[in-house]
């Protein structure tokens, strides 16, 4: 049987902060609770989810830009499993290169006063210093192709590139070191309608080639079904749904899925589904309501709902959800309850 590459157990992060007459009040902000999953080598995760649900600092987590609060990150680096967390000086920095990071904004992300080649060298200098100046310099020009970038783009500065471009560039820059796993975050939502496409298709390509496993970071639902193996849904914090992607698309079995299904906009200017999405705002990770956090928005609700957290079970063929109508919701037989607080 083959070994996930990573698993995550019971992963959380947990701010404290404190405010009020002589900072006595502690406020507790869970950004992650308690989230485990695995990625197996080769599949691509999608991982979903509103604004502030945790989904990016989970992916922090996985590259060590945030120290968890609790939990363990094992990653199988071919002979054994490293436990992510526990790494520090060097064990820490020789990880870095299995595990790389693709951010959301090409613009902030390049630094204006170098060149192309300097940008994608980078990463590889600092990783893997033992390299000759030839070794660098043949590596930036195989991953430059790969990444189709043309070799008079190399001595250019990242302003002149379109957004597509640059994210082209960091792209490279993330494989240049050859990772086995690539965080990316939301790669595509600052970029021109027209060239997300392509920015995913060198993705797809790039897996293709080189065996790559993705983490794919996204809000738009319609981006992460075309690239995703198997997607989880997290809201306040904690993974609500987990399934294959297509299970997750036809018949989901949490109503936060469902609604966030019902809200991807289509190209009919008539069809107003996206009006009907959720209702109310993401429940604030400082101050979550008791039982089921997406209680107050739901339309399945239920007194039960209201008290006990549901837990991530397995409902049915490897889909997870964590609500306590599931069964009824996949089936499409759950009835909306009278009121739904928002
Ligand atoms: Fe809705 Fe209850 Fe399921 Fe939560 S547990 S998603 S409130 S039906």
Redesign the pocket.
Same mark, same amino acid.
């Not at 964590?322 to 599931?326: D, G």
């Given at each position: 049987m083959t070994k996930p590459l990573l698993e995550v157990r019971n992963l959380s992060k947990h701010f404290h902060s404190k405010s009020g007459l002589f900072k006595k009040s502690v406020h507790v902000t869970k950004a992650v609770d308690d989230i485990s999953f695995q990625v197996m080598p080769g599949e691509t995760l999608g991982l979903v989810g509103e604004s502030g649900c945790g989904k990016t600092t989970t992916g922090r987590m996985l590259l060590r830009l945030i120290q968890p609060t609790a939990g363990q990150m094992l990653f199988n680096d071919g002979s054994k499993d490293l436990d992510l967390g526990q790494l520090h000086g060097d064990g820490l920095r020789r990880f870095r290169r299995h595990i790389q990071m693709i951010f959301q904004d090409p613009y902030s992300s390049l630094n204006p006063r170098m060149r192309v080649n300097e940008l994608i060298a980078e990463p590889l200098q600092a990783l893997e210093p033992e390299l000759s100046r030839k070794e660098v310099e043949d590596r930036v020009r195989w991953i430059a192709e790969a990444t189709n970038l043309k070799p008079e783009h190399l001595s250019r500065y990242p302003h002149a590139f379109s957004g597509g471009q640059r994210q082209r560039i960091c792209i490279a820059r993330a494989l240049v070191v050859r990772p086995r796993l690539v965080v990316c975050d939301e790669p595509v939502s600052a970029l021109d309608v027209s060239v997300r496409a392509q920015i995913i298709n060198l993705l797809k390509d790039l897996q293709q080639e080189f065996g790559l496993t993705y983490i794919f970071i996204a809000h738009d639902l319609a981006v992460v079904e075309n690239i995703s193996t198997r997607v989880a849904v997290m809201y306040a914090g904690r993974i609500?749904e987990l399934a294959e992607t297509e299970k997750l698309y036809t018949r989901p079995a949490?109503?936060?899925t469902e609604a966030l299904l019902q809200a991807i906009p289509t190209p009919d200017p008539f069809d107003r589904r996206d009006l009907a999405a959720i209702k109310g705002e993401i429940a604030e990770a400082s101050n979550l309501p008791p039982?089921?956090?997406?209680?107050p928005r $739901?339309?399945? $609700?239920?007194e039960? $709902?209201?008290i006990e957290v549901?837990p991530l079970r397995e409902i049915k063929d490897s889909q997870y959800a964590? $609500?306590?109508?599931?069964e009824e919701?996949v089936t499409g037989t759950?009835e909306p309850t009278a009121a739904v607080e928002v």
């Open positions: 609500v949490h109503p936060y039982g089921c956090s997406f209680h $739901c339309e399945y $609700c239920i039960r $709902c209201t549901p964590a $609500c306590h109508r599931a919701v759950a």
